[in-house]
């Protein structure tokens, strides 16, 4: 990540469009396929250095939390729309096969936090 330019360099002074998302637009969202089947809900993004979002980590499978696996899939993945009411929808081209058989995601120990 490159250093700051001047101050004006480090606030955001852009509008807020339509198009935008915020984090928490994703974060705890349910995500389904195409074929309108919840998948699991996003738990954590994964960000790089630049602050581009890399994949979200999507909880599938299981019961409450028990037996549940994670996966990270890549953010360019997800469509994000809104549904009638304005509410996110986030919708990945994948079917419940594919994400059982998917590499689990496992954080290494440099991002576990204390």
């Not at 396929?33 to 909880?59: P, S, W």
């Not at 996110?88 to 936090?113: C, F, G, H, Q």
Request: proline share 4%; charged share 25%; no cysteine.
């Amino acid at each position: 990540m490159s250093a700051p330019g001047p101050v004006t360099d480090m606030f955001y002074s852009g509008s807020w469009m339509p198009s935008h998302w915020r984090a928490s637009d994703a974060m705890g969202q349910a995500v389904y396929n195409r074929a309108n089947e919840k998948i699991g809900d996003v738990e954590e993004l994964l960000i790089d250095g630049d602050g581009r979002i890399l994949a979200a980590v999507v909880g599938v499978g299981g019961f409450m939390g028990i037996g549940e696996q994670k996966v990270a899939v890549t953010y360019r993945s997800f469509q994000m729309t809104r549904d009638q009411a304005g509410k996110t929808r986030l919708v990945v081209d994948i079917d419940k096969e594919a994400l059982k058989n998917a590499p689990a995601y496992k954080p290494t120990d440099l991002m576990k936090r204390s």
